[in-house]
Protein backbone atom coordinates (compact mmCIF):
# COMPACT_ATOMS: atom_id res chain seq x y z
CA UNK A 1 0.00 0.00 0.00
CA UNK A 2 1.63 3.35 -0.64
CA UNK A 3 1.92 6.42 1.27
CA UNK A 4 2.71 9.59 0.18
CA UNK A 5 4.96 11.65 2.77
CA UNK A 6 5.52 15.57 2.97
CA UNK A 7 8.48 16.74 5.23
CA UNK A 8 8.53 20.87 5.88
CA UNK A 9 7.14 21.50 2.30
CA UNK A 10 7.28 24.94 0.77
CA UNK A 11 6.72 25.96 -2.47
CA UNK A 12 7.46 30.28 -3.54
CA UNK A 13 7.00 32.06 -6.89
CA UNK A 14 8.99 34.98 -6.57
CA UNK A 15 7.90 36.94 -3.45
CA UNK A 16 4.36 35.21 -3.33
CA UNK A 17 4.53 31.83 -0.69
CA UNK A 18 2.15 29.44 -2.04
CA UNK A 19 2.70 26.72 -0.04
CA UNK A 20 4.45 26.88 4.01
CA UNK A 21 6.76 24.46 6.11
CA UNK A 22 3.37 21.67 5.48
CA UNK A 23 4.58 18.35 6.55
CA UNK A 24 1.88 15.51 6.47
CA UNK A 25 1.17 12.04 5.07
CA UNK A 26 -1.41 10.32 3.40
CA UNK A 27 -1.85 7.11 3.53
CA UNK A 28 -4.56 4.24 2.07
CA UNK A 29 -8.33 5.36 2.09
CA UNK A 30 -9.73 8.85 1.65
CA UNK A 31 -8.46 11.85 2.44
CA UNK A 32 -10.34 15.11 2.08
CA UNK A 33 -7.66 18.30 1.81
CA UNK A 34 -10.04 21.23 2.61
CA UNK A 35 -9.57 24.89 2.30
CA UNK A 36 -11.23 28.34 0.61
CA UNK A 37 -10.22 29.30 -2.84
CA UNK A 38 -6.29 30.29 -2.95
CA UNK A 39 -5.14 28.53 0.01
CA UNK A 40 -2.43 26.36 -2.02
CA UNK A 41 -4.23 23.45 -2.10
CA UNK A 42 -3.68 23.07 -6.22
CA UNK A 43 -0.15 23.42 -5.72
CA UNK A 44 0.07 20.72 -2.87
CA UNK A 45 -1.69 18.27 -5.14
CA UNK A 46 1.21 19.37 -8.04
CA UNK A 47 4.08 18.91 -6.00
CA UNK A 48 2.51 15.56 -4.51
CA UNK A 49 1.96 14.09 -8.01
CA UNK A 50 5.43 15.23 -9.27
CA UNK A 51 4.76 17.86 -11.53
CA UNK A 52 6.24 21.13 -9.32
CA UNK A 53 9.66 21.30 -7.62
CA UNK A 54 9.40 22.02 -3.90
CA UNK A 55 11.33 25.19 -3.13
CA UNK A 56 12.36 23.78 -0.23
CA UNK A 57 11.45 20.24 1.63
CA UNK A 58 10.47 16.96 0.00
CA UNK A 59 7.72 15.10 -1.26
CA UNK A 60 7.74 11.01 -1.30
CA UNK A 61 5.90 8.85 -2.86
CA UNK A 62 6.97 5.77 -0.63
CA UNK A 63 10.29 6.02 -0.64
CA UNK A 64 10.66 7.99 -4.12
CA UNK A 65 10.59 11.98 -4.51
CA UNK A 66 8.40 13.00 -6.99
CA UNK A 67 9.98 14.90 -8.57
CA UNK A 68 11.87 14.06 -11.25
CA UNK A 69 10.99 10.23 -11.26
CA UNK A 70 8.59 9.74 -13.78
CA UNK A 71 8.44 6.22 -12.81
CA UNK A 72 5.72 7.41 -10.25
CA UNK A 73 3.27 8.54 -12.47
CA UNK A 74 2.29 4.68 -12.93
CA UNK A 75 1.26 4.86 -9.76
CA UNK A 76 -0.56 7.62 -9.27
CA UNK A 77 -3.96 8.84 -11.20
CA UNK A 78 -4.13 12.80 -11.86
CA UNK A 79 -7.59 14.78 -12.05
CA UNK A 80 -6.72 18.43 -12.51
CA UNK A 81 -9.29 20.40 -11.46
CA UNK A 82 -8.53 23.11 -14.78
CA UNK A 83 -9.67 22.22 -18.23
CA UNK A 84 -7.16 19.69 -19.38
CA UNK A 85 -8.72 17.89 -22.31
CA UNK A 86 -8.95 18.56 -26.31
CA UNK A 87 -13.20 19.52 -27.00
CA UNK A 88 -12.46 17.31 -30.39
CA UNK A 89 -11.46 14.50 -28.92
CA UNK A 90 -14.03 11.55 -27.98
CA UNK A 91 -14.11 10.35 -24.79
CA UNK A 92 -13.29 7.07 -26.17
CA UNK A 93 -10.19 8.21 -27.88
CA UNK A 94 -9.25 10.73 -25.15
CA UNK A 95 -9.03 8.03 -22.39
CA UNK A 96 -7.43 5.82 -24.95
CA UNK A 97 -4.67 8.04 -25.80
CA UNK A 98 -4.12 7.97 -21.70
CA UNK A 99 -3.76 4.15 -22.05
CA UNK A 100 -1.33 4.36 -25.02
CA UNK A 101 1.01 6.77 -22.77
CA UNK A 102 0.60 4.14 -19.82
CA UNK A 103 2.38 1.84 -22.34
CA UNK A 104 -0.93 -0.65 -21.73
CA UNK A 105 -1.00 -3.78 -23.54
CA UNK A 106 -4.75 -3.45 -24.90
CA UNK A 107 -5.09 0.32 -24.54
CA UNK A 108 -8.59 -0.41 -25.82
CA UNK A 109 -9.69 -2.57 -23.54
CA UNK A 110 -8.39 -0.27 -20.58
CA UNK A 111 -10.07 2.37 -21.87
CA UNK A 112 -13.19 1.04 -22.09
CA UNK A 113 -13.13 -0.43 -18.22
CA UNK A 114 -12.22 2.89 -17.01
CA UNK A 115 -15.45 4.53 -18.78
CA UNK A 116 -17.57 1.99 -17.73
CA UNK A 117 -16.31 2.98 -13.95
CA UNK A 118 -17.37 6.32 -14.33
CA UNK A 119 -20.46 5.63 -16.13
CA UNK A 120 -19.80 7.31 -18.78
CA UNK A 121 -20.63 4.37 -21.77
CA UNK A 122 -23.26 6.01 -23.66
CA UNK A 123 -21.28 9.49 -24.20
CA UNK A 124 -18.08 7.97 -25.01
CA UNK A 125 -18.11 8.26 -28.79
CA UNK A 126 -18.96 11.92 -28.71
CA UNK A 127 -16.74 14.72 -28.65
CA UNK A 128 -15.47 16.47 -25.42
CA UNK A 129 -16.61 19.81 -26.28
CA UNK A 130 -20.21 18.84 -25.57
CA UNK A 131 -20.23 17.27 -22.58
CA UNK A 132 -21.26 18.89 -19.35
CA UNK A 133 -18.72 20.27 -16.82
CA UNK A 134 -19.55 17.20 -14.70
CA UNK A 135 -19.11 14.81 -17.57
CA UNK A 136 -15.79 16.20 -18.85
CA UNK A 137 -14.72 15.65 -15.04
CA UNK A 138 -16.23 11.82 -14.85
CA UNK A 139 -13.72 11.64 -18.42
CA UNK A 140 -10.78 13.10 -16.63
CA UNK A 141 -11.14 10.80 -13.69
CA UNK A 142 -11.74 7.80 -15.89
CA UNK A 143 -8.29 9.02 -18.16
CA UNK A 144 -6.78 8.70 -14.34
CA UNK A 145 -7.62 5.72 -13.54
CA UNK A 146 -7.45 3.93 -16.62
CA UNK A 147 -3.71 2.05 -15.52
CA UNK A 148 -5.33 0.89 -12.41
CA UNK A 149 -3.04 3.32 -10.10
CA UNK A 150 -2.42 2.36 -6.37
CA UNK A 151 -2.51 6.58 -5.89
CA UNK A 152 -5.47 9.09 -7.12
CA UNK A 153 -4.68 12.50 -6.68
CA UNK A 154 -8.00 14.80 -7.39
CA UNK A 155 -8.47 18.30 -7.45
CA UNK A 156 -12.22 19.46 -6.87
CA UNK A 157 -13.47 16.47 -8.52
CA UNK A 158 -17.14 17.19 -7.95
CA UNK A 159 -17.21 20.56 -9.66
CA UNK A 160 -20.27 20.56 -12.28
CA UNK A 161 -21.87 17.03 -10.85
CA UNK A 162 -25.57 17.12 -10.66
CA UNK A 163 -26.19 15.19 -7.54
CA UNK A 164 -26.77 11.79 -9.03
CA UNK A 165 -23.20 11.68 -10.98
CA UNK A 166 -21.83 12.99 -7.24
CA UNK A 167 -23.11 9.89 -5.86
CA UNK A 168 -21.68 7.70 -8.53
CA UNK A 169 -18.00 9.12 -8.20
CA UNK A 170 -18.45 9.02 -4.33
CA UNK A 171 -19.36 5.40 -4.58
CA UNK A 172 -16.75 4.84 -6.53
CA UNK A 173 -14.16 6.27 -4.26
CA UNK A 174 -15.24 4.18 -1.29
CA UNK A 175 -15.05 1.37 -3.57
CA UNK A 176 -11.71 1.98 -4.39
CA UNK A 177 -10.60 2.75 -0.14
CA UNK A 178 -11.71 -0.29 0.52
CA UNK A 179 -9.79 -1.84 -2.29
CA UNK A 180 -6.73 -0.20 -0.27
CA UNK A 181 -6.37 2.40 -2.41
CA UNK A 182 -4.90 5.60 -1.54
CA UNK A 183 -7.33 9.04 -2.60
CA UNK A 184 -6.59 12.05 -1.90
CA UNK A 185 -8.99 14.88 -2.88
CA UNK A 186 -9.31 18.63 -2.52
CA UNK A 187 -12.72 21.08 -1.92
CA UNK A 188 -13.38 23.88 -0.37
CA UNK A 189 -16.67 22.58 0.71
CA UNK A 190 -17.46 20.96 3.79
CA UNK A 191 -20.00 18.88 3.18
CA UNK A 192 -18.24 17.17 0.58
CA UNK A 193 -15.72 16.35 2.80
CA UNK A 194 -17.81 15.39 5.58
CA UNK A 195 -19.48 12.73 3.45
CA UNK A 196 -16.55 11.13 1.80
CA UNK A 197 -13.53 11.20 4.19
CA UNK A 198 -12.73 10.04 7.76
CA UNK A 199 -9.43 12.07 7.67
CA UNK A 200 -9.06 15.67 6.59
CA UNK A 201 -6.42 17.99 6.10
CA UNK A 202 -6.97 21.85 6.74
CA UNK A 203 -5.17 24.30 4.47
CA UNK A 204 -4.91 27.98 4.69
CA UNK A 205 -3.29 30.70 3.29
CA UNK A 206 -0.31 27.75 2.02
CA UNK A 207 -0.58 26.73 6.08
CA UNK A 208 -1.29 23.58 7.79
CA UNK A 209 -4.08 24.98 10.22
CA UNK A 210 -5.57 21.31 11.09
CA UNK A 211 -5.53 17.73 10.17
CA UNK A 212 -6.39 14.41 11.94
CA UNK A 213 -10.17 12.62 12.25
CA UNK A 214 -12.97 14.77 10.30
CA UNK A 215 -14.99 14.74 13.65
CA UNK A 216 -13.05 15.92 15.84
CA UNK A 217 -12.12 19.14 13.22
CA UNK A 218 -15.50 19.29 12.95
CA UNK A 219 -16.04 19.75 16.35
CA UNK A 220 -13.12 23.03 16.11
CA UNK A 221 -15.50 24.51 13.61
CA UNK A 222 -18.57 23.94 14.88
CA UNK A 223 -17.31 25.04 18.76
CA UNK A 224 -15.46 28.32 18.17
CA UNK A 225 -17.18 31.54 18.45
CA UNK A 226 -20.12 32.64 16.47
CA UNK A 227 -21.34 35.85 15.80
CA UNK A 228 -25.28 36.14 14.35
CA UNK A 229 -27.07 39.36 13.29
CA UNK A 230 -30.95 39.51 14.85
CA UNK A 231 -33.55 41.38 13.62
CA UNK A 232 -36.56 41.76 15.91
CA UNK A 233 -39.72 44.30 16.69
CA UNK A 234 -37.75 45.60 19.95
CA UNK A 235 -33.81 44.84 19.75
CA UNK A 236 -33.37 46.72 22.88
CA UNK A 237 -35.72 44.45 24.85
CA UNK A 238 -34.60 41.05 23.21
CA UNK A 239 -31.08 41.90 23.60
CA UNK A 240 -31.42 42.62 27.17
CA UNK A 241 -33.51 38.99 27.77
CA UNK A 242 -30.42 37.64 25.61
CA UNK A 243 -27.62 38.66 28.36
CA UNK A 244 -29.14 36.79 30.81
CA UNK A 245 -28.27 33.18 29.02
CA UNK A 246 -25.35 31.47 30.28
CA UNK A 247 -24.11 30.73 26.45
CA UNK A 248 -24.30 34.29 25.23
CA UNK A 249 -20.75 35.98 25.60
CA UNK A 250 -21.64 39.85 24.46
CA UNK A 251 -24.65 41.65 22.97
CA UNK A 252 -24.08 44.73 21.14
CA UNK A 253 -26.53 47.21 19.77
CA UNK A 254 -24.96 49.58 16.98
CA UNK A 255 -26.46 51.65 14.20
CA UNK A 256 -29.63 49.72 14.56
CA UNK A 257 -27.71 46.50 14.27
CA UNK A 258 -28.25 43.61 17.40
CA UNK A 259 -25.16 41.50 17.36
CA UNK A 260 -25.22 38.43 19.34
CA UNK A 261 -22.08 36.51 20.38
CA UNK A 262 -22.05 32.47 21.49
CA UNK A 263 -19.60 29.56 22.24
CA UNK A 264 -22.60 27.21 21.64
CA UNK A 265 -23.98 27.54 17.98
CA UNK A 266 -26.70 25.19 18.92
CA UNK A 267 -27.55 26.61 22.29
CA UNK A 268 -28.41 30.15 20.76
CA UNK A 269 -30.45 28.91 18.56
CA UNK A 270 -32.77 26.75 20.41
CA UNK A 271 -32.63 29.30 22.96
CA UNK A 272 -33.50 32.60 21.23
CA UNK A 273 -37.11 32.42 20.57
CA UNK A 274 -37.96 31.55 23.90
CA UNK A 275 -35.91 34.66 24.74
CA UNK A 276 -38.37 36.49 22.58
CA UNK A 277 -41.23 35.45 23.54
CA UNK A 278 -39.96 36.06 27.77
CA UNK A 279 -38.94 39.82 26.34
CA UNK A 280 -42.22 40.07 24.44
CA UNK A 281 -40.62 40.70 20.98
CA UNK A 282 -41.75 39.38 17.48
CA UNK A 283 -38.60 37.69 16.25
CA UNK A 284 -38.12 38.65 12.52
CA UNK A 285 -34.45 37.46 11.48
CA UNK A 286 -31.24 35.69 12.88
CA UNK A 287 -28.42 35.08 10.74
CA UNK A 288 -25.16 34.12 11.01
CA UNK A 289 -22.50 36.58 10.50
CA UNK A 290 -19.27 35.04 10.22
CA UNK A 291 -19.91 31.68 8.57
CA UNK A 292 -18.16 31.91 6.17
CA UNK A 293 -15.32 28.84 5.41
CA UNK A 294 -12.24 31.77 5.46
CA UNK A 295 -13.51 32.60 8.63
CA UNK A 296 -14.29 29.04 10.24
CA UNK A 297 -10.58 28.37 8.72
CA UNK A 298 -9.12 31.62 10.41
CA UNK A 299 -10.07 30.52 13.23
CA UNK A 300 -8.40 27.21 12.91
CA UNK A 301 -4.79 28.79 12.15
CA UNK A 302 -5.70 31.10 15.60
CA UNK A 303 -5.57 28.05 17.65
Known amino acids: MSRILLDRVSRWYGNVVAVNDVSFEVGPGITGLLGPNGAGKTTLLHLMAGFLVPSAG???LDETPTWRHPEIYGRIGFVPEREAVHGFLTGRRFVAAAARLHRLPDAAAAAERAIAMVDLRDAAGRAIGGYSKGMRQRIKVAAALVHDPPVLILDEPFNGMDPRQ?????????????D??????????????????????????????????FRRIRRLMTDRPHSFTVRSSDDRALGRELLAEPDVSSVELRDGVLTVRTGDY????????PAAQRAGVSLLELRPADESLESVFSYLVRR
Open 180 to 213: GRTILFSSHILEEVERLSDRVLVVVAGRLAASGD
Open 58 to 60: TVR
Open 266 to 273: GALTRSIA
Open 166 to 178: RLHMMNLLRRMAA
